[in-house]
C-alpha cells in the first residue's frame, strides 16, 4: 500500500485501480461514494488507542462498530462484496507464550471487565 501511495506516476500495475480516500468512516455519505467503482474494500479503521477507550466511552461504538456498519452498508449499496479486514493481537489476550499463534483458544482480552463465558 505504502508503495501505490508513493509512486504517483509510475505506479506497480499491482496499484492500478488503488484509491485511498482519507475520510472519517463515520461519514457514511463520504464512505459511499469514496467506495463507487471499486470491488474490494480493504477495511483498516479502527480506534487505535486502547486505553482511550477507558475515558472516552464512546471511542470504540463510533471508531469500531458505527464504522465497520457504515463500510459494510456503503458496499452493500455499491455492490461490492469483498473485503480484506484485519483485526489486532488484543484478541489474544497478554500472555507469556511468544510467538503469538491464532490456535490459542478462547481467551478473555486483557482490556475488558467482562467475566469470561
Same mark, same amino acid.
Given at each position: 500500500m505504502k508503495k501505490c501511495l508513493k509512486a504517483k506516476h509510475r505506479a506497480p500495475h499491482w496499484c492500478e485501480g488503488f484509491r485511498f480516500t482519507e475520510a472519517s468512516l463515520l461519514n457514511l455519505e463520504t464512505v459511499e461514494q469514496s467506495m463507487h467503482g471499486h470491488e474490494i474494500v480493504w477495511h483498516l479503521g479502527a480506534n487505535t488507542d486502547i486505553p482511550g477507550g477507558n475515558r472516552v466511552t464512546? *471511542?470504540? *461504538?463510533?471508531? !469500531? @462498530? $458505527? /464504522? @465497520? !456498519? #457504515?463500510? *459494510? &452498508? /456503503?458496499? %452493500? &449499496? #455499491?455492490?461490492? #462484496?469483498? $473485503?480484506l479486514f484485519t483485526s489486532s493481537g488484543a484478541v489474544y489476550c497478554d500472555t507469556e507464550s511468544l510467538p503469538l499463534? &491464532? %490456535?490459542?483458544?478462547? %481467551?478473555?482480552?486483557?482490556h475488558? @471487565?467482562?467475566p469470561a463465558p
Amino acid at each position: 500500500m505504502k508503495k501505490c501511495l508513493k509512486a504517483k506516476h509510475r505506479a506497480p500495475h499491482w496499484c492500478e485501480g488503488f484509491r485511498f480516500t482519507e475520510a472519517s468512516l463515520l461519514n457514511l455519505e463520504t464512505v459511499e461514494q469514496s467506495m463507487h467503482g471499486h470491488e474490494i474494500v480493504w477495511h483498516l479503521g479502527a480506534n487505535t488507542d486502547i486505553p482511550g477507550g477507558n475515558r472516552v466511552t464512546d *471511542l470504540d *461504538l463510533r471508531n !469500531c @462498530t $458505527i /464504522a @465497520t !456498519c #457504515n463500510v *459494510l &452498508e /456503503a458496499m %452493500r &449499496e #455499491n455492490g461490492v #462484496n469483498k $473485503i480484506l479486514f484485519t483485526s489486532s493481537g488484543a484478541v489474544y489476550c497478554d500472555t507469556e507464550s511468544l510467538p503469538l499463534v &491464532e %490456535r490459542f483458544g478462547h %481467551r478473555r482480552p486483557s482490556h475488558t @471487565t467482562f467475566p469470561a463465558p
